[in-house]
Nanobody
Framework: QVQLVESGGGSVQVGGSLRLSCTVS????????TAWFRQSPGAGREGVAA?????????SYADSVRGRFTISHDNAKNTTYLQMSGLQPEDTAMYYC??????????????????WGQGTQVTVSS
């Protein structure tokens, strides 16, 4: 089994920054890649960023966050980070960490991931 625990959410003003963390525990061999998704009330789950770290790290970003968000992974800590800058009200959502297959999910499809965290809320106010 794999467990994911997110942290780092909170409330910020427009233009602010936050860093989300996702720590993976358990059978990490089943969690070779990780990703961040977000979901607003009444909306579907949207892919934000994904990372697959092997010899080198490969990342994928949604167009809506490219250039503002950065995903990274610390293998020693089994922790994936999402550094968010230039936050806008439309970034307000529950952010979820997901873990899964040993490849990069270029299209950020949630169905590719077997393991999910409980989510951390990000609220951006003007």
């Amino acid at each position: 089994q794999v467990q994911l625990v997110e942290s780092g959410g909170g409330s910020v003003q427009v233009g602010g920054s936050l860093r989300l963390s996702c720590t993976v525990s358990g059978d990490t061999a089943l969690a070779k890649s990780t990703a961040w998704f977000r979901q607003s009330p009444g909306a579907g789950r949207e892919g934000v960023a994904a990372i697959y770290s092997a010899v080198i790290s490969v990342m994928s970003y949604a167009d809506s966050v490219r250039g503002r968000f950065t995903i990274s992974h610390d293998n020693a800590k089994n922790t994936t980070y999402l550094q968010m800058s230039g936050l806008q009200p439309e970034d307000t959502a529950m952010y979820y960490c997901a873990a899964g297959p040993p490849y990069i999910n270029w299209r950020l499809r949630p169905s590719e991931y077997n393991y999910w965290g409980q989510g951390t809320q990000v609220t951006v106010s003007s």
